[in-house]
């Protein structure tokens, strides 16, 4: 993503914090009580531009390598909980919050939720975008918050929009005052709800075809032995309608005939390789894993593997 040349070409308006404690002492000041762990004991240097004339805290942050943590104490002693939206510009950081834990790559933004613990490890020349937004301005973000903080959210047009918006502030004359600021935050707001209820939407939809597939494989596993497991009879199984079945096994590249082939294939390479099954014959263990018929099985066989089902056995 191409960020306009005045979020990173303008030089900072703050002037540089030269210690660790100077930075922590701005940021629980202008932010949150967090605790700050350096991963230089020296030569660290930090930039913060917060807009004053925002409803909402806004700032723009350069700074060297350290981790911020918000710890269960420091939750829990706020007066009032806020929603975090973090852009990264430049850089890299890692953050976590709950079962969630994600790298962020420039072009990516996350959303975290200050009423519960979350830290974040910061890079070295890493330069991001922070909203403080109050919970009770954008109380649909609550329904989403244990799915979506944390993790890495794709800048779509609603939240490009939101971000270009914000970065414009920074680049226009100290002339507006409040109100305006109040209706670009505003704005964003609308945006930012737009695009996490998109992306809230899209991570459900993934989710559910994760579980559906995990079902289709573990049924499959479960009959590989029966010559009569089919599509057909997998989307019964499965409750769904075979052109469903199909929509699901397209997210793996392969059509649900092909699935259960080459899971019974491969079941079969696993036997002739194992010595425990020495005592079997190539057809038995065909026969065990649906095949209806030797030499059908013996090409199919050579057709995936490149050799014979004998031929692998004796090499194993």
Not at 248 to 262: D, K, Q, R, S, W
Not at 288 to 311: E, I, M, W
């Amino acid at each position: 993503m191409d960020f306009p040349s005045f979020a990173l070409g303008a030089p900072p308006r703050s002037r540089p914090i030269c210690s660790p404690a100077a930075w922590a002492d701005a940021v629980n000041a202008g932010f949150l009580p967090l605790e700050h762990t350096p991963r230089h004991t020296s030569e660290f240097v930090a930039h913060i531009d917060v807009l004053d004339r925002m409803p909402s805290v806004l700032a723009m942050i350069r700074t060297q390598a350290h981790r911020v943590t918000r710890t269960p104490t420091l939750a829990a002693r706020s007066d009032e909980a806020y929603f975090k939206a973090f852009w990264l510009l430049r850089g890299r950081c890692e953050i976590e919050q709950g079962d969630n834990r994600s790298i962020l790559q420039p072009g990516y933004w996350t959303v975290y939720d200050t009423a519960r613990p979350y830290s974040v490890e910061i890079d070295d020349g890493s330069q991001f975008l922070v909203l403080l937004m109050p919970q009770g301005t954008c109380r649909e973000w609550q329904a989403f918050a244990d799915t979506l903080c944390g993790r890495p959210l794709e800048t779509d047009t609603c939240s490009r929009s939101a971000l270009f918006a914000l970065l414009s502030m920074f680049d226009a004359p100290a002339t507006g005052g409040q109100e305006e600021g109040s209706a670009v935050v505003d704005a964003v707001g609308r945006m930012l709800s737009a695009s996490i209820l998109t992306q809230a939407c899209t991570h459900e939809r993934g989710g559910r075809l994760e579980r559906r597939l995990q079902e289709a494989r573990r049924y499959v596993m479960a009959h590989l032995g029966d010559a009569r497991l089919t599509p057909d009879r997998l989307a019964a199984a499965l409750n769904m309608s075979r052109r469903a079945l199909y929509g699901l096994f397209n997210a793996l590249g392969v059509t649900p005939a092909n699935f259960i082939l080459e899971e019974r294939l491969e079941c079969c390479r696993t036997a002739l390789s194992d010595s425990i099954h020495r005592h079997r014959t190539i057809t038995e263990i065909a026969l065990d894993n649906g095949f209806c018929d030797s030499a059908h099985f013996s090409r199919l066989f050579k057709r995936r593997y490149g050799v014979t089902p004998r031929q692998w056995r004796e090499r194993s």
